[in-house]
């Protein structure tokens, strides 16, 4: 069967720098909602132009395009030995249909890893984040520099700091996190998925410690 893991956590807790890792260490894709959406606004489609309203609010995109989003993305044929989900789901909406996508394909979500760290951490974190314009890899001007400035180490594209990483908006989506997804910690916690993960230790650390929950 296959593997879906879903990586829970506020923003800024390391979940698309570890579901990078995780992707590069496993056979599964990385999906991650917040590049979809910013693909899409990158080739200027309708559904880019609408998230963008959304993003730079700080709010959640709605649940109906969202979640018709990630169904796509998940019949690609990446997905087939499972994949890594990174910023979905955020809402119990989004978890209920996600469990339904799943069963379709005879499969479920396997771990929850909730990867956690201090509001502080996060507000440094986010602020100090540079994007790759490519493919969404991710720096920090302190904790994760590239070897060139500005430069992306892996695709050479321009890094680039996302609108919606503003001091004005982060403690916004915070908020937000915490009113709509924190929900989901309890929803994974009564079917014993939950697997609670201290994100302020260094990135190998995590890496390792999510790596070696996997292989069990
Ligand atoms: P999320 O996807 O949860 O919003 P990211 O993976 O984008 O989080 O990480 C947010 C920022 O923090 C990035 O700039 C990243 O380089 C940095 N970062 C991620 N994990 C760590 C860590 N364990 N220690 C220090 N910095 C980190
Ligand atoms: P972070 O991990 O730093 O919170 P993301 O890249 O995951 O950032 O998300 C950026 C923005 O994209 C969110 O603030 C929201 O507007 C939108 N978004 C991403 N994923 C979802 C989702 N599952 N449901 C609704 N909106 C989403």
């Not at 879906?4 to 599964?28: D, R, S, W, Y």
Request: contains cysteine.
């Amino acid at each position: 069967m296959a593997t879906f893991i879903v990586l829970l956590g506020p923003p800024g807790a390391g979940k698309g720098t570890q579901a990078e890792l995780l992707a590069e260490n496993t056979k599964l894709a990385h999906i991650s909602s917040g590049d979809l959406f910013r693909e899409n606004l990158k080739n200027q489609t309708e559904l880019g132009k609408l998230a963008k309203s959304y993003m730079d609010k700080g709010e959640l995109v709605p649940d109906d395009v969202t979640i018709n989003m990630i169904r796509d993305r998940l019949t690609r044929p990446d997905c087939e030995a499972g994949a890594i989900l990174d910023g979905f789901p955020r809402t119990p909406t989004q978890a209920d249909a996600l469990e339904k996508m799943l069963s379709e394909f005879g499969s479920r979500v396997a771990l929850v890893p909730y990867i956690t760290a201090s509001e502080t951490v996060l507000v440094d974190r986010i602020s100090g984040r540079w994007t790759c314009r490519a493919q969404g890899h991710i720096y920090h001007q302190i904790f994760s520099k590239p070897k060139q400035p500005g430069i992306c180490d892996l695709d050479g594209s321009e890094l680039y700091q996302r609108d919606d990483d503003k001091a004005e908006t982060v403690t916004k989506r915070i908020r937000v996190y915490v009113d709509q997804t924190m929900p989901l910690i309890e929803y994974y916690r009564k079917v014993g998925k939950i697997i609670e993960v201290d994100g302020m230790q260094a990135v190998e650390k995590v890496t390792n410690i999510l790596l070696s929950a996997l292989k069990k």
